[in-house]
């Protein structure tokens, strides 16, 4: 592992977490320079590793893209050893992240108040389906399930159309960050008293807060939106419209760039027509004004389009493939994929880091870690002897990657 940099340097991190919600929170402290140590069950691992469609080289894909940067330790909790090696580590930690259904830490002896005992400046972050209070505490969570919960999949896809969840794993991925953005400011706290803390958010919580200006709607007018594509509630024209060799999205969201559009397409009488003069027009006569306007677009290329916008000042941009956003020029100038090479899986690529410092920049990466790769040498560390980790070895308590 390449030593830590960045404006985290120095924060240790045990991220007892998988699948996404928990490890995107851990990827994210790692990228600016936390020393995370990914502790996984055993058998088996974080279940992501079981994910093999696709892998490379026999190792799970979307495992290596949400671990990288961390360091790997294989530890079974539920034996009595491996409860005591945690409570052991967590007196040098500064941070413990789970991401179980709640109480699950609990049974197992390792609850904030058992791990605050051993370390009062503890921050303790937990990631669970709907919160640690509530008539919901104790249900388990996952992506769909939150996205359901939360009226996200009431708001998204086409008028008319089914539910259609969010194509990204919104609900663990924004759990993930405001996990982070919560560890971060106890942290503050931290420094300022030396008091530790729980931090505690959801997948439900996160989905909620996906919803700023629906809810705002529904606040104003007890009237739930419905879905409306790629279009805008509160705005037009602002959304997706057919070009000749693809979509390229349009983003009208002020009367000045209205007018801009107008010219563009080569309608100046639009500004004046009383069905779009202002956005409550517009938005009244959505149906009619995306009509007339995909008859035009769709004359010319998504390029032709772009220069035309980019020359008036209106804000457009071609709708991507996820490939053509991933190989961008734009994105790799930005640093937004790295190149990582994997112990078993060789050379690979993995989504960068997305918030850039200029004083302490993040660290170069490093790739996800193999099934306890960093064993015994996170124990070392942890003042055991070569003994001891050799003992527990043997006992299954902790494993490496030529151990079983």
């Known amino acids: ?66 671990n990288r940067n961390k360091r790997g330790l294989a530890l079974n909790l539920k034996s009595s050893q491996g409860r005591d090696l945690l409570l052991r580590m967590v007196k040098n930690a500064d941070v413990l992240v789970e991401n179980f259904r709640g109480g699950t830490m609990d049974k197992l002896g390792l609850g904030y108040e058992a791990l ?27 992506d769909l399930i939150a996205q359901g919960f939360a009226g996200l999949m009431s708001i998204t896809g086409e008028a008319g159309r089914p539910p259609a969840k969010s194509g990204n794993a919104v609900s ?59 279009a805008h509630i509160l705005t037009a024209p602002y959304q997706a419209f057919e070009a000749s060799d693809g979509w390229i999205n349009i983003g009208g969201a002020n009367q000045t760039n209205w007018e801009r559009i107008c010219d563009v397409l080569g309608h100046p009488e639009w ?41 008036a000042g209106v804000p457009a941009g071609p709708v991507h493939t996820i490939g053509e956003a991933l190989s961008h020029p734009q994105t790799i100038a930005r640093g937004m994929v790295v190149e990582l090479d994997h112990p078993q899986a060789g050379l690979t690529r993995a989504v960068g880091c997305p918030l850039h410092f200029s004083a302490s920049p993040d660290r170069s990466s490093t790739p996800a870690p193999l099934l306890g790769q960093h064993t015994r040498e996170v124990l070392r560390e942890f003042d ?20 079983g």
């Open 172 to 230: 663990d991925m924004n759990a993930g960050i405001l996990a982070a953005l919560g560890i971060l400011a106890a942290y503050i706290h931290k420094l300022k008293t030396g008091e530790g803390q729980v931090v505690d958010t959801s997948l439900s919580d996160a989905a909620l807060q996906q919803t700023y200006w629906h809810a705002a709607v529904w606040f104003a007018t007890q009237r739930s939106p419905e879905p409306t594509g790629s």
């Open 271 to 311: 500004r004046s027509d009383g069905r779009f003069a202002t956005n409550s027009d517009r938005m009244a006569h959505l149906d009619v004004l995306v009509g007339l306007m995909n008859a035009v677009v769709r004359t010319r290329t998504r390029a032709q389009w772009q220069a035309a916008f980019d020359a």
């Open 1 to 66: 592992m390449n030593k830590p940099t960045g404006p985290l340097a120095g924060l240790r991190v045990l991220e007892v977490t998988q699948i996404m919600s928990g490890p995107t929170c851990g990827l994210l402290l790692a990228d600016m320079g936390a020393d995370v140590i990914k502790i996984e069950k055993i058998p088996g691992g974080d279940d992501a590793r079981g994910y093999r469609d696709p892998q490379v080289g026999g190792v799970s894909a979307p495992f290596m893209m949400m």
């Open 384 to 403: 055991l002897s070569e003994a001891e980790i050799d003992t527990l070895m043997a006992e299954g308590v902790v494993i490496e990657p030529n151990s």
């Open 116 to 142: 605050k005992a051993e370390n009062p400046g503890l921050i303790y972050c937990a990631i669970t389906g709907y919160g640690r209070t509530g008539p919901y505490a104790d249900k388990g969570g996952f």
